[in-house]
């Protein structure tokens, strides 16, 4: 029995709008604070599902065998395409956003019509030309508001993601069209095959061998290329099933594999049946209804803009006028063209037609989008979030019921005799107390947290990781004793092509009960990590000759950012009682009252220690090493331009709530990224 178009069109919208907004969510999301980044495993999931779908469609439907009609290595060929195609396709989400993603795939037709006249020599009619106009002028005016920082997605458009989006669309053709070439194979052989072995395939036995056998291979693949690299495949998702989020995980991939397998037969049997024609008109259909509404879900739609809404509806034009351009070529070669119309007449009602349907419904229609998606989608709650209200800092505070202002503090900072820090005895905290972590990411201020609290008072901090060689670090690292629950010192989680593949992270970081957490802005973060690495850990070295990091180190402080996003929003989203601080505040005019807000979650009331101890915590004549000597955001200049605007994009979100642009316009003047 034929399906209806209809029927056809509803499951197509509905399975691959639902596989947008799931693609979005996995890999743009954060699950407990440790982000999903195993696209080979994502990948693998999917061929699982679609084996089983097609598994159960043929049962179902034909009740033969499950015996390929093709030989092995023609799947192999297109399987090894479509593996390519989906994991270029995940992997560019995370250096593009779904959007620019989507506009990409709808913008295909112009690189096939540019080769196919410059190589091939085909010759097109106006309206094609016109078409690739429109795209080429959609997709350009929405990555100029984006790349300026317009939109709200962080993952604005990169070279790496640019080039992954590239892969993903050059597999893709591929992929079209050896499966076509496969289709037609199919019926040659089928039709002249013997007297006694002909028999023309149906429509639903080749739609369903295909998608079986081709995900076979694709599964073998996958499996291939994650047991190669299953340190990052295999970890990270093993990472994300650890946490309390790890049941929404399996939820989310298994919904989205099962999804796209329900959708490719959707897909298939459109293309089987109706043509490429129509399936191409739903599927770009779907992919604008994808843009809204996962601008909506993902609160996103409101930061387009109105040049960015109006440049989506220039590529729905273009690509509106081009699948009209189809339809009335396919029109021309059946029906004869009417002799009583006047050409004059009927050009002027076509350019009429033209103008309003493709430059002035896009522009109506972005101003329209752009009202309604400002008024009716609601702000992120991030967005409501001032970094005063986590870091909170006012002309006065109360520490041990007394009302301590800024004048007052410089006042006893003038009278008090601070002593000598050499002096100063540091003891373990004499009592059972809650197991308190010191969390930062590398080369974030975690010294000087500890040296302010040691020397305030008197206790003894610790490292998670005591032995030899950080015995012989800061202050022994408090080794001595190694069960101090006071402060501990951690890195994790620390995922970066320098640590060690750590399964206990999790654990380990689920054990303590209070939280300290430091940030410092991940510019001036980086750069010092990125030559810690490169000095057998000396924190007083700097690599020599090497002032600025450009290019050829893009992937790997790409990897860091991500790393400093993941740390920084693991900690964040832990639910215990925490106190958060930026390591600049711990060198502003303010910290005496940011360290009486640490001491106030470490310590009973009753032995808080008096002010002064707390003003003289940082005497210079005691300092650790002396990279805290640098002033903030002194890295600005370290970094090319490019390779510092593609750290931001990365770090965007959190740099935004934890004020970290206001505070770079206020020291420097600079303007880092668009946070409105």
Same mark, same amino acid.
């Given at each position: 029995m034929r399906a209806s178009l209809s029927f056809l069109a509803v499951g197509l919208l509905a399975s691959y709008t639902?596989?947008?907004?799931?693609?979005?969510?996995?890999?743009?999301?954060?699950?407990?604070?440790?982000?999903?980044?195993?696209?080979?495993?994502?990948?693998?999931?999917?061929?699982?599902?679609?084996?089983? @779908?097609?598994?159960?469609?043929?049962?179902?439907h034909l009740g033969n065998s499950l015996k390929p009609h093709h030989p092995v290595y023609a799947y192999a060929t297109i399987s090894l395409f479509k593996f390519a195609s989906t994991l270029c396709q995940y992997e560019a989400l995370k250096y593009v956003s779904f959007t620019t993603q989507t506009l990409g795939k709808t913008s295909k037709m112009v690189p096939v019509l540019l080769l196919e006249r410059l190589v091939h020599g085909k010759r097109y009619n106006g309206r094609s030309y016109l078409a690739v106009l429109l795209v080429t002028l959609g997709a350009m005016l929405y990555m100029a508001i984006s790349s300026i920082g317009f939109t709200a997605d962080s993952r604005s458009s990169t070279p790496r993601?640019?080039?992954?989006?590239?892969?993903?669309?050059?597999?893709?053709?591929?992929?079209?069209?050896?499966?076509?070439? #496969?289709?037609?194979?199919?019926?040659?052989?089928?039709?002249?095959?013997?007297?006694?072995?002909?028999?023309?395939?149906?429509?639903?036995?080749?739609?369903?061998?295909?998608?079986?056998?081709?995900?076979v291979c694709s599964l073998g693949v996958s499996t291939l290329v994650g047991l190669t690299d299953h340190k990052r495949s295999f970890g990270n998702f093993l990472d994300v099933l650890r946490t309390p989020s790890g049941p929404r995980l399996l939820f989310d991939v298994s919904?989205?594999?099962?999804?796209? /397998?329900?959708?490719?037969?959707? #897909? &298939?049997?459109?293309?089987a049946t109706y043509g490429p024609l129509h399936c191409s008109t739903l599927m770009t259909g779907r992919q604008f209804l994808s843009i809204v509404l996962n601008g909506a879900a993902f609160k996103t739609g409101r930061n387009f803009g109105i040049g960015g809404w109006i440049g989506i509806g220039f590529v729905a034009s273009g690509v509106d006028l081009e699948l009209s351009n189809k339809r009335h070529a396919k029109e021309e070669k059946t029906l004869e063209l009417s002799s009583s119309k006047s050409p004059k007449s009927s050009g002027e009602r076509y350019v009429t037609r033209t103008v309003l349907r493709h430059f002035a419904i896009p522009i109506v229609g972005g101003l329209i989008a752009h009202i309604l998606s400002t008024g009716l989608i609601p702000r992120d709650a991030a967005d409501g979030i001032l970094a005063s209200e986590i870091f909170p800092a006012g002309p006065s505070f109360a520490y041990r019921n007394q009302t301590y202002s800024r004048e007052r503090i410089r006042r006893l900072s003038k009278e008090v005799d601070c002593p000598d820090h050499s002096a100063v005895k540091r003891t373990a905290y004499p009592s059972p107390i809650l197991r308190t972590v010191l969390a930062s990411f590398p080369r974030s201020g975690n010294t000087l947290t500890r040296e302010l609290v040691e $020397?305030?008072?008197?206790?003894?901090?610790?490292?998670?990781?005591?032995?030899?060689?950080?015995?012989?670090?800061?202050?022994?690292?408090?080794?001595?004793?190694?069960?101090?629950?006071?402060?501990?010192?951690? $890195?994790?989680?620390?995922?970066?092509?320098?640590?060690?593949?750590?399964?206990?992270?999790?654990?380990?970081?689920? /054990?303590?009960?209070?939280?300290?957490? @430091?940030?410092?802005n991940p510019l001036d973060a980086l750069w010092s990590y990125w030559h810690l690495m490169r000095s057998q850990m000396n924190h007083e070295k700097r690599i020599e000759g090497i002032s600025v990091l450009g290019l050829t180190n893009l992937s790997e402080l790409d990897r860091m950012a991500q790393n400093w996003v993941q740390h920084t929003d693991y900690w964040m989203s832990v639910n215990k009682p925490?106190?958060?601080?930026?390591?600049?505040?711990?060198?502003?005019?303010?910290?005496?009252?940011? &360290?009486?807000?640490?001491?106030?979650?470490?310590?009973?009331?009753?032995? &808080?220690?008096?002010?002064?101890?707390?003003?003289?915590?940082?005497?210079?004549?005691?300092?650790?090493?002396?990279?805290?000597?640098?002033?903030?955001?002194?890295?600005?200049? $370290?970094?090319?331009?490019?390779?510092?605007?593609?750290?931001?994009?990365?770090?965007?979100?959190?740099?935004?709530?934890?004020?970290?642009?206001?505070?770079?316009?206020k020291e420097r003047g600079h303007k880092g990224v668009d946070c409105d």
């Open positions: 639902l596989y947008g907004y799931l693609q979005e969510k996995i890999m743009s999301w954060s699950y407990d604070g440790v982000r999903f980044r195993s696209t080979v495993i994502l990948v693998a999931f999917n061929r699982i599902a679609g084996i089983a @779908v097609a598994v159960c469609m043929q049962r179902y993601g640019i080039l992954l989006l590239a892969g993903y669309l050059l597999f893709d053709g591929l992929v079209s069209t050896t499966e076509a070439k #496969l289709f037609q194979q199919s019926h040659r052989r089928s039709i002249s095959g013997s007297s006694s072995s002909r028999r023309l395939l149906s429509q639903n036995e080749s739609v369903y061998d295909q998608m079986l056998w081709t995900n919904l989205l594999s099962l999804s796209a /397998s329900i959708g490719l037969v959707f #897909l &298939l049997t459109t293309i $020397h305030s008072t008197g206790f003894h901090t610790v490292h998670a990781r005591c032995g030899h060689v950080l015995e012989m670090s800061y202050f022994a690292e408090g080794c001595r004793y190694p069960d101090n629950n006071f402060l501990v010192k951690d $890195h994790v989680p620390e995922y970066t092509v320098y640590a060690q593949d750590d399964e206990a992270w999790k654990e380990r970081a689920e /054990s303590y009960d209070r939280v300290v957490q @430091v940030v410092r925490r106190v958060m601080l930026r390591y600049e505040d711990l060198r502003s005019d303010d910290q005496v009252q940011h &360290l009486a807000r640490v001491l106030e979650v470490l310590l009973p009331a009753d032995e &808080l220690p008096p002010i002064e101890r707390l003003i003289c915590a940082d005497d210079d004549r005691a300092v650790a090493y002396q990279s805290r000597k640098a002033e903030p955001f002194y890295s600005w200049d $370290h970094f090319t331009p490019e390779v510092r605007s593609h750290i931001l994009s990365v770090v965007k979100d959190d740099w935004c709530t934890l004020g970290f642009e206001s505070m770079l316009r």
